[in-house]
């Protein structure tokens, strides 16, 4: 094989509406599809199963997986069992794998040709958000002093689409066993463990996180980049510089809150691979030419 396409969807969030998308990817014909986190909106067992039946419907050699930060969200039920999210966030990975897709998170990479594929969901440790808050604000998921009882009575009784937007939701569905900063290092240093071993071939790195604070749009208002907090972190582009044969990075989870689709930072490209992105809506595609190691990026419009 000359070349490799591959084809990247990143926050689908379903169960949104996805014909279009399904046509789509299935006309570019890739090799790889890559889904970077968020595929699911809520995960729970019947959406899982829904959606593992609508992977079926894409046709591509090989199906890859990153986790998203909604991979790892817990049911009210769960809470009160006192599920981890990793506990949910392993479940849902199971159930991919039993179908025989592959998730990154949890494997050593993806090799085809001369290009590997590594990745994990990322995480978020604050340090992307303004410092004019404090850390017990973004612990607390608003800046407001506005405890978690009253966001779970907004959440709960009132709907999420009727809360005021100034607070985060990971706070009522997020349980970790550890601070958010030592799941940010322990994927640090699986992504570091995959790279390491394939030094020779183009390396394409997965987040589902953002990696760099100049991904992030910082014309919004201070209020509005409050949420920056848990877009991700710097120490996250760390095994990307430390290993120089990564060319791209993928990442998701900002949506629309990034001033470019596309953003080159000494010699590595990050994009964004929200399809619906409001600048260059479309399905993300990769060319990489295995004997001259040109990476060429387009967009299919949605």
Same mark, same amino acid.
């Given at each position: ?12 969030h379903? &169960? ?14 890739p ?18 199963? /829904?959606?593992t +039946? ?7 050699e090989?199906?890859?997986f ?11 039920? !769960?809470? *009160?069992? @006192? ?5 949910? $966030? ?10 025989? %897709? ?15 594929? $590594? ?18 604000? %973004?612990?607390?998921?608003?800046p ?12 709960? /009784? @009132?709907?999420? @689409? ?6 985060? *939701? ?15 290092k322990?994927?640090i240093?699986?992504?570091? *463990? ?11 790195? =997965?987040?589902?996180? $953002? ?23 710097? +120490? ?5 510089? !430390?290993?120089g044969?990564?060319?791209? =990075? ?8 990034? &001033? #470019? #689709?596309?953003? =080159? ?15 260059e809506?479309? =399905? ?9 190691? *040109? ?8």
């Amino acid at each position: 094989m000359a070349s490799t396409r591959i084809a990247f969807i990143g926050d689908l969030h379903y &169960p949104r509406e996805t014909g279009r998308l399904v046509q789509l990817v299935n006309t570019v014909k890739p090799h790889i599809l890559v889904f970077n986190g968020d595929f699911l909106d809520t995960p729970t067992e019947k959406s899982l199963a /829904k959606f593992t +039946k609508l992977l079926k419907r894409f046709r591509a050699e090989g199906i890859l997986f990153t986790l998203g930060n909604h991979e790892h969200y817990l049911s009210r039920n !769960k809470l *009160r069992k @006192h599920w981890s999210s990793l506990d949910q $966030a392993r479940r849902v990975a199971d159930t991919l794998e039993s179908e025989g %897709y592959l998730v990154l998170d949890y494997s050593e990479g993806y090799s085809t040709g001369d290009v590997f594929i $590594a990745g994990n969901v990322g995480w978020y440790d604050y340090t992307l958000g303004p410092e004019e808050y404090s850390e017990s604000d %973004y612990e607390n998921c608003n800046p407001f002093k506005v405890g978690l009882g009253d966001l779970y009575q907004c959440e709960f /009784k @009132h709907q999420y @689409h009727k809360c005021p937007e100034w607070w985060r *939701r990971d706070c009522l569905y997020i349980n970790l066993p550890y601070p958010h900063k030592e799941y940010v290092k322990k994927n640090i240093d699986r992504l570091n *463990r995959q790279l390491e071993n394939h030094k020779d071939e183009i390396g394409i790195v =997965v987040y589902h996180h $953002a990696p760099r604070k100049e991904l992030l749009d910082h014309s919004l208002s201070l209020e509005e980049q409050f949420d920056y907090a848990y877009a991700g972190s710097t +120490k996250l582009d760390q095994p990307i510089r !430390k290993h120089g044969n990564v060319k791209l =990075v993928a990442y998701g989870h900002l949506h629309n809150k990034t &001033p #470019r #689709r596309v953003t =080159v930072i000494q010699g590595v490209t990050y994009v964004n691979t929200y399809p619906f992105h409001r600048r260059e809506p479309g =399905v993300l595609v990769l060319n990489v030419d295995h004997r001259s190691g *040109r990476m060429d990026l387009s967009f299919i419009r949605i």
